[in-house]
């Protein structure tokens, strides 16, 4: 029996026993025929209180195909309400984004894990809690790393309303501690209306901004996202009475590149998901030794770890 675990195998009614202790509703909370919109190998390597390890480690997997994991989330969600309209509305632990924070799944975004597509904003987020559980919670790391969401920061919201995106960047500086020590924020910052994804990590301590884009090109491609990232890291030092010895320096990492125009969303998590995993603050201008490239396996090794985490936390 313990072969068949997380495969579907027919087996003699007489021999199946139901277990009155298994949950048989999720324990997050569901909204049905809620409408919404979406805007739209590092794997063993120590770190500090965690070991990185993958979410289907015992199960083989062929790049480019579906694998267990995934195969058994996409019948539990085509078995659900969610195929119908319905949403899952989950709470994030308030460490991830240094506030509370809650997050809307619906069908669309577990297809865009099943079929490979772009990555919209759930997705994004849902995976970062994923890091957060399991890498960095009640480690030291939770003061080495700290995320920025999406949904909050963004090129269509600078374009709307800079002043707001601006303080709101300040109130995730200030929410995290002095900053006195060589830390890195990460913004996952999206072109809007669904467009293309980069990485800003942000090292306050040392005045230093990594821009992490798996196209050509550098942040002058978002002007205004330059400036308001600027403002806020000047702002944010302002109110904490800390002398600006220098101007912030950006750093064009030469990172991995992505060969489709699908990937971007999937790239900048990897990007995180190995810088956390090294545990590395600097981030090497060509980037680290150990990932000079991504395969397609090391992004199905990420959807796979989203569809176990999905899984455990019995989102659907």
């Known amino acids: 029996m313990r072969d068949a675990v997380g495969s579907f195998v027919g087996w ?26 979406i805007e739209s190998v590092a794997s063993q390597k120590e770190v500090p209180g ?8 015992d199960i ?22 969610i195929m119908h309209g319905a949403i899952r509305s989950i709470d994030f632990d308030e460490g991830v984004f240094g506030a509370a924070h809650f997050e809307i799944i619906a069908k669309e975004d577990m297809q865009q894990l099943f079929e490979h597509d ?46 707001s995106v601006k303080n709101d ?22 072109s809007g209306n669904g467009g293309h994804w980069v990485l800003v990590a942000m090292d306050l301590s040392r005045l230093i901004v990594y821009y992490l884009d798996s196209l050509s090109g550098d942040w002058c491609k978002y002007p205004s996202m ?4 600027d403002a806020a890291i000047i702002k944010f030092r302002s109110k904490k009475n800390y002398r600006n010895r220098k101007d912030i320096t950006w750093v064009r990492v030469q990172c991995p590149q992505q060969n489709n125009s699908v990937d971007c969303g999937f790239f900048v998590l ?47």
């Open 60 to 81: 083989p997997t062929t790049s480019g195909t579906k694998s267990q994991i995934m195969m058994r989330l996409e019948k539990m969600v085509d078995e659900s309400d």
């Open 169 to 190: 960047l300040v109130d995730r500086f200030m929410a995290a501690g002095d900053n006195t020590t060589p830390s890195l924020y990460f913004l996952p910052f999206n």
């Open 226 to 229: 330059k400036k308001t990232v």
């Open 270 to 316: 990897r990007f995180m998901r190995d810088i956390i995993a090294l545990n590395r603050i600097d981030i090497p201008k060509m980037y680290f030794e150990e990932y000079k490239s991504y395969s397609r396996a090391h992004l199905d090794e990420m959807k796979d770890e989203l569809c176990q985490f999905i899984v455990d936390q019995r989102i659907i």
């Open 50 to 57: 965690r070991k990185l390890k993958s979410a289907a480690k």
């Open 118 to 163: 772009e990555l919209g904003i759930a997705v994004i987020h849902t995976y970062i809690w994923y890091m957060y559980v399991t890498l960095m919670r009640g480690t030291e790391l939770c003061n080495r790393f700290n995320f920025i969401a999406a949904s909050r920061i963004n090129a269509t919201l600078i374009t709307k309303n800079p002043t």
């Open 12 to 37: 003699p009614s007489d021999l199946i026993f139901p277990d009155v202790e298994t949950p048989t509703r999720p324990t997050h909370k569901v909204g049905k025929g809620i409408s919404r919109c």
